[in-house]
Structures are given as structure tokens and as C-alpha cells.
């Protein structure tokens, strides 16, 4: 029921972002490749977002710690401006995960992700944000989020810092660079 009332909320919101674009342009940059470690487990990672639309964008990500293990997660997602300074996103992620404790198969486990967040402008160059979503891979259901502030020290350059909460590594800090195309 809940994995139902979030996918709704999301095509909802599209409808709601396609509509919008008619009128109003995103106020954030959906076209970067981004590189990250995770501290406490420590991981390495990379990231990616292309749009696709003027309210739609890919998006994917790889983390592991280098140990037989691997999050990679690949999907498509939605923004829409709020006003000025905010947009409104939202993502749904085939997600594959394999870890010594949960998923541990030669192949990993396949699941899917569903979330929505906020970005928002503090001033010129600091954004912060968050999100929360539904994680279900294979008999493993797990309510997700993050929060996060990111410093953009040119237009095409960007570091951050963010929490994510309940996730395949469980709670970690993320460090971040950002490089806008």
C-alpha cells in the first residue's frame, strides 16, 4: 500500500512539474557527474544526473567499500520549482545491493527505491536539502532519507556534505564534489 500511495504521489507531482514548465524554469542544475566518500563505513562512490526534460533527469549511482560489496542504484526522476529559491524532486531507482550482512548473494539483491525531496537556496552559493523514501529490496522494506548542504564555489563546481539515514550502509556521512556539464 505504501510503495502504491508514494508512486502515485510521485506521477502526481510529474503531472504537476509538466505543467509548470510551461511557465517557470528549475532553479538548480540537474547535468553533473559527482564523486564521493562515506565515512563510518568508509566508501567510495560516484555519481551522475542528465536531464532529460525541462522538469525530468536520469540519475545513477555506485558506492562500495571495496570489499565484495556494491550499492548501484539507476532511474529516472522529476523536479519542479516551488518558487524562486526551492524546487520540489522526486526519483524511483531500480536499486542492486550486495553486503556481507543483508544481501549477500553472488549477484547481489534487486530492489527498487522510491523518494521525494526538497532543494533549497540559503544565499548565492549554499543549497541544502533533504530526502525521504521507500526502500524494498528483496524481503527487506526500509523507510530512507538524507538531509544535506552543498557550497557552490563556482557555477560549475560545487562540495558537499550530507547525512543519509537507514540506508544499505546504514547511517554515514557523505563527502562530496560536484562538476556541473
Known sequence: MRKTLLATGIFLASISAAHAAQTTMSNFSYDYAEARIGISPL???AGFSKSIHP????TGSV???FDSDWDVALGVGFHAPVNNWADITGEIKARNAK??????????KLGMEVNIGV?????????????IG??????HEKTIGSVYGRFHATELFSIGVSARFNEIY?????L???FKF
Open 43 to 45: 566508501t567510495y562512490g
Open 55 to 58: 522538469n525530468a533527469h536520469l
Open 63 to 65: 558506492d562500495s567499500e
Open 99 to 108: 553486503n556481507g550482512s543483508e544481501f549477500n548473494s553472488s549477484g547481489g
Open 119 to 131: 532543494r533549497q537556496w540559503l544565499g548565492p552559493q549554499l543549497e541544502v536539502g533533504g530526502q
Open 134 to 139: 521507500h526502500l524494498n529490496i528483496s524481503d
Open 170 to 174: 546504514d547511517d554515514q556521512i557523505m
Open 176 to 178: 562530496s564534489t560536484r
